[in-house]
């Protein structure tokens, strides 16, 4: 059942949303789930995915790719909420750390059993990417998961990890240099690109010969989504398209781009490139 922020709770006393209770439930950025959640969302927008769906909370990999590069995101933080707060919401007496906190850094759980079937065949690193976000705030007044620029990136790929159920913040620095979120969002984007290489299955059901229209025939015969990426899956089930591979575009649209009759989600694009 998907539900809307304002839809109303019926048979309780009052006026009460789904709105109230996310706020009640997940308003707290800090907490080790919801920051989680948090992460993963954010991660995903960085890297173009289409986040507009819902989360699939039993997926083998955190994010899949229109080209199904899978891809685990993990976070951490120097603060969690309950160094903050007592089981009644107190603020708890905090002392104040500093860099040498980094050291107790640890990410977990990279190794896992599969997790859609039982007694599946996927053991041990499952996703293809692993990104490790991890918010660097030391002042815990100052904490603000909002603001991207508290944040570190750790881009691994499934090779680089090895079989390995855990790393710390320490070695991961050792194997790759902390990232901004404006660099995770290019590395990324080029990592799962290089990833996904000839993967794609999205044009295999679909006969070539006939041009869908003059509309959606762009600058050197790119030709991208109306709506998403799932949206564009059923224009080529359902129309004949000339070309005869896909490639992928990452890049934002140029002006004249924008002046064209197709909507531009500003996520993912797949493009068809007439021989």
């Given amino acids: 059942m998907r539900v809307s922020p304002n839809d ?34 954010l991660v995903g927008n960085l890297l173009g995915l289409f986040m507009g769906g819902r989360r699939i909370s039993w997926a083998n990999s955190d994010l899949i790719s229109p080209g199904k590069v899978r891809i685990e995101v993990k976070a951490s933080s120097f ?18 750390i500093d860099e040498t906190a980094r050291k107790r850094v640890r990410f977990a759980g990279l190794n896992a ?20 976000a991890f918010q660097n705030q030391l002042d815990h007044a100052a904490w603000n998961a909002l ?18 159920t855990s790393i710390s913040l320490t ?13 995770l969002r290019t590395a990324g984007r080029n990592a799962i690109r290089e990833k ?11 006969t070539y010969g006939q041009r869908l229209s003059s509309s959606v ?9 109306t709506e998403d990426s799932e949206r564009f899956a059923e224009m080529l089930a359902e129309h004949h398209v000339v070309g005869s591979r896909v490639v992928r575009s990452y890049e934002e649209p140029e002006e004249w781009f924008r002046t064209l009759p197709i909507h531009y989600s500003g996520t ?3 493009a068809v490139i007439p021989e």
């Fill in 147 to 164: 603001d991207l620029t508290q944040w570190e990136f750790y881009l691994l790929t499934k090779e680089q990890l090895a079989g390995k």
């Fill in 217 to 225: 025939f762009l600058k050197d015969g790119v030709l991208t989504s």
């Fill in 171 to 183: 070695n991961l620095a050792a194997l790759c240099p902390a990232m901004t979120a404006d660099e």
């Fill in 79 to 96: 603060w969690q909420s309950w160094k903050l707060l007592d089981e009644f919401g107190k603020d708890r007496e905090v002392k104040s």
């Fill in 113 to 132: 059993g599969d997790a859609v079937e039982i007694a599946g065949p996927i053991t041990g690193n499952k996703s293809d990417l692993y990104v490790f």
């Fill in 8 to 41: 109303q709770i019926k048979g309780l006393n009052g006026h009460f949303s789904v709105l109230d209770f996310w706020q009640w439930a997940f308003a707290d950025l800090c907490d080790d789930d919801i920051k989680g959640w948090y992460a993963e969302w």
């Fill in 268 to 270: 993912y694009c797949r």
């Fill in 196 to 206: 996904e290489g000839d993967r794609c299955d999205l044009l295999e059901t679909t």
